[in-house]
C-alpha cells in the first residue's frame, strides 16, 4: 500500500465537525397553515398602521404660499447679477381661517432645484466643516479659491448656493396693529450634524481663525458673521447653514426655517386671522425655471402631512391579503385533488 504524500497531507482540512461539514442541520418545515398565517398577520399588521398613518398625516394643518410671481419684480432685479447689492422686499398677506394649534413650523420649498447632482454633493470639505483645517479646499471644485487665490469658507457648490431670504410672519391683530410673530431660530438640526459633522474652529474669536480666507461669491457676508448675537449659532454651527448643508433627494424639497416660539399671544399656537409673510428676495430661482414657496405646518407623531408612508403600507397589506388568499384557493384545490386521488 502506497503512502500518502506529506504535502499531500497538509493540504487536507482539519479534523473537525465545521471544516468536515459535519455540524447538525435542521431541514424547516413551513405548513400551509403556518406560511398563511403568516401573511395573514402581516397584512392585518400594514393594513392597521397605513389606516393609522393616513389618519395621522390627515390630522396635521398646513398652509403654502407660493410667492415666485407674486414677488416678480424682486425676481426680474435678481436675474441680473450686477444687483446683488441691492435689497428688494415684498409683502404677501393672507387669512388664516382656523387656528394651528401646538406647535408650529415654518419652511422654505424650493421646487426645480437638484442638490442630488453627483459634482454638487460632493462640492464639499469635511475637514474644513468639522474646523480641523480651514483652508482645506482640495474637493471643493469650482469653488475653492477666489479670483485672487485666496481660500474660500466655506468652499463647495452646496455652500456658495445656500438659501438667503428672509421670511419674516407677522400678525395683523387689526388695521392699526401688527406684531411680529417670534421664530426661533435655532433646534432646527439633527443632533449629529450639530454636534459631530460641524464643528466651529477651537479659537474663541471667529474672526481671527478665518483670517487669510473670504466668503463665497454669492454670500452677502462672511461665515463668522451669520449669527454674532448667538456664539452657538454662528460659523459653521449656525442651523440655517447645516440644514442648507444636508442635501435633498428630490428636486422638490421643504427645508425647516424657523419654528413658533410659544410665548405671549401664542401660547397656543398660531390663532387665526390675518398675517403677512415680509420676504427679503434674495434668492433667484427663475433663471432654472424653479419656483419657491413658504410653508407653515403643525407636525404629529409620525411626521407631516405626507402620505406615502401610510399609502405604502396600506398597499403592502392589501397585496399581502391578495396573495395569502390567492396561495389558501391554490392550496384547497391541490388538497382536493390529493384526496380525490387517494380515494380512487
Not at 485666496?150 to 419674516?168: E, K, L, R
Not at 395683523?172 to 421664530?183: A, E, G, L, R, T
Request: aromatic share 14%; charged share 20%.
Amino acid at each position: 500500500m502506497e503512502e500518502t504524500p506529506q504535502h499531500c497531507l497538509s493540504r487536507l482540512p482539519d479534523n473537525s465537525a465545521l471544516k468536515q461539514q459535519e455540524l447538525p442541520a435542521h431541514r424547516l418545515y413551513f405548513t400551509a397553515r403556518r406560511v398563511l398565517f403568516v401573511f395573514f398577520t402581516t397584512g392585518i399588521f400594514c393594513l392597521c398602521m397605513g389606516i393609522i398613518l393616513i389618519l395621522s398625516a390627515r390630522s396635521t394643518q398646513e398652509i403654502e404660499i407660493n410667492y415666485t410671481r407674486i414677488c416678480a419684480n424682486c425676481a426680474k432685479l435678481r436675474e441680473n447679477a450686477s444687483n446683488f447689492d441691492k435689497e428688494c422686499t415684498c409683502s404677501i398677506p393672507f387669512y388664516l381661517s382656523g387656528k394651528m394649534m401646538g406647535n408650529v413650523y415654518m419652511y422654505y420649498k424650493l421646487y426645480g432645484f437638484y442638490q442630488n447632482l453627483y459634482r454638487y454633493v460632493r462640492s464639499r470639505s469635511n475637514r474644513q466643516l468639522v474646523g480641523k483645517d480651514v483652508k482645506a479646499v482640495e474637493d471643493c471644485a469650482p469653488f475653492k479659491m477666489s479670483d485672487n487665490k485666496t481660500p474660500i469658507v466655506p468652499c463647495g457648490a452646496i455652500a456658495n448656493s445656500m438659501f438667503n431670504d428672509t421670511i419674516i410672519l407677522s400678525h395683523n391683530i387689526n388695521s392699526s396693529v401688527q406684531i411680529k410673530v417670534p421664530m426661533l431660530k435655532s433646534g432646527l438640526t439633527w443632533w449629529t450634524d450639530k454636534y459631530v459633522k460641524f464643528q466651529n474652529p477651537s479659537s474663541k474669536n471667529l474672526a481671527d481663525e478665518f483670517r487669510g480666507t473670504t466668503k463665497p461669491p454669492n454670500w452677502p457676508k462672511p461665515i463668522y458673521d451669520l449669527d454674532k448675537k448667538d456664539p452657538r449659532n454662528n460659523g459653521f454651527l449656525n442651523d440655517d447653514f447645516i440644514v442648507w448643508m444636508r442635501a435633498a433627494a428630490f428636486p422638490t424639497f421643504k427645508k425647516l426655517y424657523g419654528r413658533l416660539n410659544r410665548t405671549h399671544h401664542f401660547i397656543e399656537g398660531l390663532p387665526a386671522g390675518n398675517y403677512s409673510f415680509n420676504i427679503t428676495y434674495n434668492f433667484p430661482v427663475t433663471r432654472f425655471q424653479g419656483e419657491k414657496s413658504v410653508v407653515l405646518s403643525t407636525l404629529t407623531w409620525c411626521g407631516g402631512n405626507s402620505l406615502f408612508l401610510g399609502l405604502a403600507y396600506t398597499v403592502t397589506g392589501a397585496i399581502t391579503w391578495l396573495a395569502s388568499f390567492a396561495m389558501m384557493a391554490i392550496h384547497i384545490i391541490l388538497k382536493n385533488k390529493q384526496m380525490s386521488f387517494f380515494h380512487q
